[in-house]
Structures are given as structure tokens and as C-alpha cells.
Nanobody, 119 residues
Framework: QVQLVESGGGLVQAGGSLRLSCAASGRTFYAMGWFRQAPGKERGFVAG????????YYADSVKGRFTISRDNAKNTVYLQMNSLKPEDTAVYYC??????????????WGQGTQVTVSS
């Protein structure tokens, strides 16, 4: 059974940092990513990584502030978020894909973790 378990969300002041983690189990994946959904908005792509090659991809809104990485031994993907802004407030979801997907087409999703950035 595939499981994606996120952790690391919370409340932080603008300009602060948080690191999200997503522990994957049940099978291997070709790609993993992070998405977010703010109240009243659609879920959108934040960052993605190809598991084997390590190639990374980012939404324009987070480039230079967020970093996605993976730990092969722990089967875990991370999202380091720096210089956080109030507009980064959202529920963040981890996703995993069986193919080389980037901004869509993922097969599995985590339960989500809340990130709140106060001004």
C-alpha cells in the first residue's frame, strides 16, 4: 500500500523558514512533487524532483526561495521554504508519480500539511 506522510507545517512569521518532509512507502516512484492549495483557490504546482536524476523544477512564484531535495536512503522528499511570505499560506501536499511528471499527472497524494505565514 502506497503511503505519503507529510510533516513540518506550522505557523511562521513573514521572512521565516520551514522545512516540509514527505516520507514515501509502498513502492518506488519516478517523480515526486509538492503542491499547495490556499482557501478559495485551486491546488497548484510548487516544486518537483525526478527521483533518479535529481532534476528539480519550480513554480516561478517560489524560485530562489524554495528548494526541493530527496534522500534516497530514507525515501523522503523535502521542501525547504525560506523568505516566506503571507501569500505562501496554504495546505501543502506531497505527490508521487510513476512516470516523469512535473506539474501534473501524479498518481498518489499525501494528506496535506498546513503552512501559515503571518505578516
Amino acid at each position: 500500500q502506497v503511503q505519503l506522510v507529510e510533516s513540518g507545517g506550522g505557523l511562521v512569521q513573514a521572512g521565516g523558514s520551514l522545512r516540509l518532509s514527505c516520507a514515501a512507502s509502498g513502492r518506488t516512484f519516478y517523480a515526486m512533487g509538492w503542491f499547495r492549495q490556499a482557501p478559495g483557490k485551486e491546488r497548484g504546482f510548487v516544486a518537483g524532483v525526478m527521483w533518479s536524476a535529481g532534476s528539480t523544477y519550480y513554480a516561478d512564484s517560489v524560485k530562489g526561495r524554495f528548494t526541493i531535495s530527496r534522500d534516497n536512503a530514507k525515501n523522503t522528499v523535502y521542501l525547504q521554504m525560506n523568505s516566506l511570505k503571507p501569500e505562501d499560506t496554504a495546505v501543502y501536499y506531497c505527490a508521487a508519480g510513476r512516470a516523469a511528471v512535473v506539474a501534473g499527472g501524479y498518481d498518489y497524494w499525501g494528506q496535506g500539511t498546513q503552512v501559515t505565514v503571518s505578516s
